[in-house]
């Protein structure tokens, strides 16, 4: 089995294998997600025959396709859509909206409700709707909503794009994980045309750890299409410049890296151990690790792989940082001062009017804090 590889520098390499050898926490393997392939946009070195240089490996990855409309007109794809993205302003609900997808025939398919689509419709972020390769579609926008948009995803189909991988399985405190190269992130996503970055990275001292899901479909057959098409979301339609989580956890377990947080310190940190400030609580990011489970957890839990790659990534995090997983704690934000008591290791659901991370996971957060406990000293 493939073990998944890094795109980090040699340096960071480095570091984070010295990082993740120094830790009493380890685990097995995981494999890479099977994806179709992938314009070189790496930045990794490569001889003149495009072969990636000694240490790495070229791996292809589909380029995202999207196509962006604002309004209530129908819309037609040149690409079979995976996904549509919708947003709007104007409410913090998603009641009375609804998407209707057109199949490849040009059949139309029933109307169906947004409400419930999305980590929250609240957060000033997007509902991410899956749409099973349909060829275009209608949306409606939500009751006193106003600015409503939308885009279509492709992100399995697309031109093959090479992405030189450094081959070394990444680890962060002895636990793997899937870099950005390893799902496929497209870096230039993060660049404004006139090539500065969107928003420029942003650090400042851990505080607390909050879940969530992403109330996308169960059973995914491809999660790494999905975290990008994520991804797209985030840093394209949302104007955030890049995905809004930390973490990211697939139902087989897999761990991928999210927001990009330089090239130095274990990833969503920086050398000094103080945390990038993400995108996924608004009014209460810098500071907070986001952590996404993939999948909707209204009514299941995550799957016995996820709940175990959940708890060591907390329990890791939380000895890294001497944080109590089962602690209360004052949560300050150090940019306006807005302050709120919550758990260490929250809910989306406890910060803001949202149904993430699930109703049956956010019940399983006893049990996680418990045992990301075990062994604390």
């Known amino acids: 089995m493939a073990v998944p590889p890094s795109h980090r ?173 390893a799902w496929g992130a497209d870096e230039s996503k993060r660049f404004k045309p006139d090539g500065t970055e969107n928003t420029p990275t942003a650090y400042y001292p851990f505080q607390t750890i909050t879940v969530h899901h992403t109330a996308t479909p169960n059973g995914d057959p491809d999660p790494a299409a999905t975290v990008r098409a994520i991804y797209e979301l985030h840093a394209i339609t949302n104007d955030w410049g890049d995905i809004g989580y930390h973490f990211l956890i697939d139902e087989e377990g897999r761990i991928y890296e999210g927001r990009y947080s330089g090239d130095d310190g274990i990833p969503a940190h920086d050398g000094q151990g103080k945390l990038v400030t993400a995108f996924h609580v608004a009014g209460y990011n810098s500071g907070n690790l986001g952590i996404a489970l993939l999948g909707n957890l209204m009514e299941q839990g995550p799957t016995d792989a996820a709940r175990t790659a959940l708890t060591r990534l907390v329990r890791v995090l939380s000895r890294f940082h001497g944080l109590d997983p089962q602690a209360r704690l004052t949560y300050t934000n150090p940019i306006t001062g807005t302050q709120k008591e919550v758990q260490s290791i929250s809910g989306h659901r406890d910060w803001m009017a949202t149904e993430c991370p699930g109703e049956v996971m956010y019940a399983e957060l006893v049990r996680v804090r418990e045992a990301a406990a075990v062994g604390r000293s």
């Open 9 to 181: 520098a040699k340096s960071r390499l480095t570091r984070r294998g010295l990082i993740g050898a120094a830790s009493a926490v380890a685990t097995g393997a995981v494999v890479t997600p099977a994806v179709m392939a992938a314009t070189t946009d790496s930045g990794e070195p490569t001889d003149s025959s495009g072969a990636a240089q000694s240490g790495t490996t070229v791996e292809t990855f589909p380029e995202t396709r999207s196509k962006a409309a604002a309004g209530a007109a129908p819309v037609e794809a040149a690409f079979p859509i995976g996904y549509v993205g919708v947003r709007w302003a104007a409410t913090g609900s998603a009641d009375g909206g609804s998407i209707r997808l057109r199949a490849a025939d040009g059949a139309s398919g029933d109307w169906k409700s947004l409400s419930g689509s999305g980590c929250s419709e609240a957060n000033g972020g997007a509902l991410l709707v899956p749409a099973g390769s349909a060829s275009g579609y209608e949306v409606k926008a939500p009751d006193g909503a106003t600015g409503l948009r939308s885009v279509a995803l492709d992100t399995s189909h697309g031109p093959e794009r090479k992405v030189d991988v450094p081959s070394d399985t990444t680890r962060v405190r002895g636990v793997a994980y899937l870099s950005r190269a």
